[in-house]
């Protein structure tokens, strides 16, 4: 992990959604979020775009990939729908980590068992069931990021 990359992570501890006062953080954390249905990638963008996090957005693993590709020096962390419509959201993850061996992922889903047993046998760092709001997606970024 560059040493630009490590100082984002490593102030992600300190992570807090911001009220609309706050100042921006001089170098904010930079996140890739990957999901299939428009709504879900507009509103998860809008909260952590509130959060002071950089957002970039995908609808497909293809594009996530070649997002990830161009920028993953600057991504510090991927949301992963791991239902994305005709693509298997385990087969984007291990994409990404042939890009990144080392990059950090939330799993998100609608289902709950399996794909928390998936979370941890495909090296996802934390997971997020889907409906989600604010706190659940602060929580995942932190234990994400410890």
Excluded at 90 to 106: E, G, H, K, Q, W
């Amino acid at each position: 992990m560059d040493s630009d990359r490590s100082s984002r992570v490593t102030r992600a501890a300190d992570f807090s959604p911001r009220g609309p006062k706050s100042a921006p953080p001089a170098n904010p954390l930079t996140v890739l979020v990957v999901d299939d249905e428009p709504l879900i990638r507009e509103v998860t963008t809008r909260v952590l775009e509130r959060a002071g996090l950089t957002v970039l957005s995908a609808a497909t693993g293809d594009e996530a990939c070649e997002l990830f590709r161009r920028q993953n020096q600057a991504i510090d962390l991927v949301f992963l729908d791991m239902d994305l419509a005709g693509e298997s959201g385990s087969a984007v993850l291990t994409a990404l980590r042939r890009i990144d061996p080392d990059v950090r992922v939330v799993i998100v889903s609608g289902s709950s068992g399996e794909v928390l047993t998936e979370t941890h046998s495909h090296g996802g760092h934390a997971f997020v069931r889907k409906p989600f709001d604010g706190p659940a997606l602060h929580r995942a970024i932190e234990q994400a990021l410890a």
